[in-house]
């Protein structure tokens, strides 16, 4: 029988190094966003949409350099992909006082552009990010990944968060055709895993790792 959890452990509440909740311009954005909100799940919800929304999805600037991975950066570059977008709102719960962490999964994407397929020589997404947040005594998975205006561009309905059910990707599109299957989870972490991140990133995209040293190196997949 699997152990009922009353209560996540503080670590979920603490700042981390890629998680960097304490840091002003996070507590800033997260006390902007949750003004005029009482309960948690509302404060999430909010959370979800201003990470969402104001911060466009953008799969091709990829920057492994440790003091690149933290979500205060996201802040000021504007964009981001789908780790750096979890990230950031799992910093912004933990600044409202909202437990969170970080979860991985690959995914197959079957309505990917040619040109990010090309780059990657796959449909299959490594490692790809979403935030779990501690709302009414439970965990509740959300991906704030595709903001609005890309959904619509490409036909997708967006990915929307009521704070008790789970929000990741849609299965299918608009017109029900099949758009994003998850084919490999790889857990819950209360930071970023980086070693683990890159390590995946190298097992299934070699031949953008070619001749490159790891640390030092703006990975930037064009």
Same mark, same amino acid.
């Given at each position: 029988?699997?152990? #009922?959890?009353?209560?996540?452990?503080? =670590?979920?509440?603490?700042?981390?190094?890629?998680?960097? %909740?304490?840091?002003? =311009?996070? /507590?800033?954005?997260?006390?902007?966003?949750?003004?005029?909100?009482? %309960?948690? #799940?509302?404060?999430? /919800?909010?959370?979800?949409? $201003?990470? !969402? *929304?104001?911060?466009?999805?953008?799969?091709?600037?990829?920057?492994?350099?440790?003091?690149?991975?933290?979500?205060?950066?996201?802040?000021?570059?504007?964009?981001?992909?789908?780790?750096?977008?979890?990230?950031?709102?799992?910093?912004?719960? !933990?600044?409202?006082?909202?437990?969170? !962490?970080?979860?991985? $999964?690959?995914?197959?994407?079957?309505?990917? #552009? *040619?040109?990010?397929?090309? /780059?990657?020589? %796959?449909?299959?997404?490594?490692?790809?990010?979403? $935030?779990?947040?501690?709302?009414?005594?439970?965990?509740?998975? @959300? %991906?704030? @990944?595709?903001?609005?205006?890309?959904?619509?561009?490409?036909?997708?309905?967006?990915?929307?968060?009521?704070?008790?059910?789970? @929000?990741?990707?849609?299965?299918?599109?608009?017109?029900?055709?099949?758009?994003?299957?998850?084919?490999?989870?790889?857990?819950?972490?209360? *930071?970023?895993?980086? *070693?683990?991140?890159?390590? =995946?990133?190298?097992?299934?995209?070699?031949?953008?790792?070619?001749?490159?040293?790891?640390?030092?190196?703006?990975?930037?997949?064009?």
């Amino acid at each position: 029988m699997s152990e #009922t959890i009353t209560s996540p452990g503080e =670590e979920y509440l603490k700042p981390t190094f890629f998680i960097d %909740s304490d840091n002003p =311009e996070v /507590i800033a954005f997260a006390k902007l966003h949750t003004q005029g909100k009482v %309960s948690d #799940t509302e404060k999430a /919800i909010a959370l979800f949409y $201003a990470v !969402r *929304d104001e911060f466009k999805y953008d799969p091709y600037h990829v920057d492994l350099k440790a003091d690149m991975l933290k979500a205060s950066v996201l802040l000021k570059n504007g964009y981001g992909y789908c780790v750096e977008k979890a990230n950031l709102l799992a910093a912004c719960a !933990r600044a409202a006082g909202i437990p969170s !962490r970080l979860g991985f $999964a690959n995914v197959k994407n079957h309505l990917s #552009t *040619d040109k990010l397929v090309k /780059i990657l020589r %796959s449909d299959v997404f490594v490692f790809h990010g979403y $935030a779990e947040l501690w709302l009414n005594g439970k965990w509740v998975k @959300a %991906s704030p @990944a595709f903001n609005i205006q890309l959904c619509e561009r490409f036909g997708v309905p967006a990915t929307e968060f009521n704070g008790v059910d789970d @929000a990741i990707f849609q299965q299918y599109d608009a017109n029900g055709n099949l758009f994003m299957e998850y084919v490999k989870d790889h857990g819950s972490f209360t *930071d970023l895993p980086r *070693d683990l991140f890159i390590f =995946e990133l190298k097992q299934f995209y070699p031949h953008l790792f070619a001749g490159l040293e790891l640390d030092g190196i703006v990975y930037k997949w064009e």
